[in-house]
């Protein structure tokens, strides 16, 4: 890709703006398999600690997002014959608004099961707490079971242990096949009232629309730790990427854009308790892979990495090679040159200029986004 038509695509920042104030926690895309479900909760179990949550709310919040995660794997659409199709694959998305966690899964179903999922649908909403419960057992005892295991059940439960409707959408990809989105919110207090209906499940189906227009695979918004970088990486050690070598790199570049941010970062407000808040996407354009981080820093130490990135990118790639041995052994280097060999790392490993950006937020700390092409 050329450096112009990357800056010309990174310039206006949309998927950065769009997140830096928002709930958003992350989203999937993608095949789901037992080790990204795994990252999943992992990733949100870390979340719920750093925010100092109950073990009780914890235990729900995982009970529900297995239900939602096991449907997904159950269900989606896999095709073992060709490449999967980026408006077939599946979804996970999780935010945490107003004291609310919200989980919406996204898959393709038949047409034909339309009108089953939907009666079972209206009819778990109908029921209150007693009901539902009398409805479980019933479904248990007597309802079929169907060769991909389920007879409901899973819906039944995550309305039992959230106390809440579940929302959901269907969109038409074709004469065969939809989209089916379900979303399921549980209170960071479990003693309040029930979560009432501004949610709207719309606002997902236009974000899974963004996520594939712009060839999104994941994206993590949120306080980041070492606990929380290792989750993301082993999100990323499941995809295939094509051409030998380059989940290596993916992997080599992606824990030098983190590390960074863990390192040099630096929070906005105190809401967060552990980990440097981080927006981090990858997105694919043909064969390259972007890879982007943003995050705040000091305006104090804007000058110097400005300096450090442009003379990173002015350096040929034997000159870089000779500039890293320099930092690496220390040797002399112009203080305004002088770069940490983590972004050396950055220019080296990824073969490409690291483009960047930086928003100022107010007197005392800008926004600085960071992508680097695979």
Same mark, same amino acid.
């Given at each position: 890709?050329?450096?112009?038509?990357?800056?010309?695509?990174?310039?206006?920042?949309?998927?950065?703006?769009?997140?830096?104030?928002?709930?958003?926690?992350?989203?999937?895309?993608?095949?789901?398999?037992?080790?990204?479900?795994?990252?999943?909760?992992?990733?949100?179990?870390?979340?719920?600690?750093?925010?100092?949550?109950?073990?009780?709310?914890?235990?729900?919040?995982?009970?529900?997002?297995?239900?939602?995660?096991?449907?997904?794997?159950?269900?989606?659409?896999?095709?073992?014959?060709?490449?999967?199709? &980026?408006?077939?694959?599946?979804?996970?998305?999780?935010?945490?608004?107003?004291?609310?966690?919200?989980?919406?899964?996204?898959?393709?179903?038949?047409?034909?099961?339309?009108?089953?999922?939907?009666?079972?649908?209206?009819?778990?909403?109908?029921?209150?707490?007693?009901?539902?419960?009398?409805?479980?057992?019933?479904?248990?005892?007597?309802?079929?079971?169907?060769?991909?295991?389920?007879?409901?059940? $899973?819906?039944?439960?995550?309305?039992?242990?959230?106390?809440?409707?579940?929302?959901?959408?269907?969109?038409?990809?074709?004469?065969?096949?939809?989209?089916?989105?379900?979303?399921?919110?549980?209170?960071?207090?479990?003693?309040?009232? &029930?979560?009432?209906?501004?949610?709207?499940?719309?606002?997902?189906?236009?974000?899974?629309?963004?996520?594939?227009?712009?060839?999104?695979?994941?994206?993590?918004?949120?306080?980041?730790?070492?606990?929380?970088? #290792?989750?993301?990486?082993?999100?990323?050690?499941?995809?295939?990427? $094509?051409?030998?070598?380059?989940?290596?790199? #993916?992997?080599?570049?992606?824990?030098?854009?983190?590390?960074?941010?863990?390192?040099?970062?630096?929070?906005?407000?105190?809401?967060?308790?552990?980990?440097?808040?981080?927006?981090?996407?990858?997105?694919?354009?043909?064969?390259?892979?972007?890879?982007?981080?943003?995050?705040?820093?000091?305006?104090?130490?804007?000058?110097?990495?400005?300096?450090?990135?442009?003379?990173?990118?002015?350096?040929?790639?034997?000159?870089?090679?000779?500039?890293?041995?320099?930092?690496?052994?220390?040797?002399?280097?112009?203080?305004?040159?002088?770069? $940490?060999?983590?972004?050396?790392?950055?220019?080296?490993?990824?073969?490409?200029?690291?483009?960047?950006? @930086?928003? &100022?937020?107010?007197?005392?700390?800008?926004?600085?986004?960071?992508?680097?092409? @695979?």
């Amino acid at each position: 890709m050329e450096q112009g038509k990357i800056e010309e695509q990174f310039s206006d920042l949309s998927v950065f703006e769009g997140l830096q104030y928002e709930d958003l926690v992350y989203v999937y895309r993608g095949l789901f398999t037992q080790t990204i479900t795994d990252s999943i909760i992992a990733l949100t179990e870390n979340n719920l600690d750093t925010s100092g949550s109950s073990s009780k709310l914890k235990k729900r919040v995982f009970s529900i997002m297995v239900e939602c995660l096991q449907n997904i794997t159950r269900h989606q659409y896999v095709d073992d014959e060709q490449e999967l199709p &980026p408006d077939k694959s599946s979804l996970f998305v999780i935010c945490d608004k107003d004291r609310t966690y919200q989980m919406t899964s996204g898959n393709v179903v038949n047409n034909e099961n339309i009108p089953h999922l939907q009666e079972l649908l209206n009819k778990v909403n109908s029921l209150d707490k007693e009901t539902l419960k009398e409805y479980y057992k019933e479904v248990l005892e007597e309802g079929s079971i169907s060769n991909k295991g389920g007879a409901g059940l $899973g819906l039944i439960e995550m309305a039992r242990k959230s106390g809440n409707k579940l929302y959901y959408t269907f969109e038409n990809i074709d004469d065969e096949s939809s989209y089916f989105y379900m979303n399921t919110s549980i209170s960071h207090e479990l003693d309040e009232e &029930p979560v009432g209906g501004d949610f709207n499940i719309q606002d997902v189906v236009s974000l899974h629309k963004f996520v594939l227009q712009k060839n999104i695979m994941l994206i993590f918004n949120g306080g980041l730790t070492q606990k929380s970088m #290792m989750e993301i990486l082993s999100l990323i050690n499941e995809q295939s990427f $094509g051409k030998l070598g380059r989940k290596k790199k #993916m992997c080599n570049v992606m824990v030098e854009m983190l590390q960074n941010v863990v390192k040099h970062g630096v929070k906005r407000d105190e809401t967060r308790t552990a980990g440097n808040p981080v927006i981090f996407y990858i997105a694919q354009e043909g064969d390259d892979f972007n890879l982007n981080a943003g995050n705040y820093i000091d305006n104090g130490s804007i000058e110097k990495v400005r300096t450090k990135i442009e003379h990173l990118n002015s350096l040929r790639d034997d000159e870089l090679e000779d500039f890293y041995t320099k930092c690496l052994l220390n040797f002399e280097i112009d203080n305004s040159k002088e770069a $940490g060999l983590g972004l050396v790392d950055l220019r080296m490993k990824s073969g490409h200029k690291i483009v960047y950006k @930086i928003t &100022p937020i107010n007197e005392k700390m800008s926004f600085i986004v960071m992508q680097v092409i @695979i």
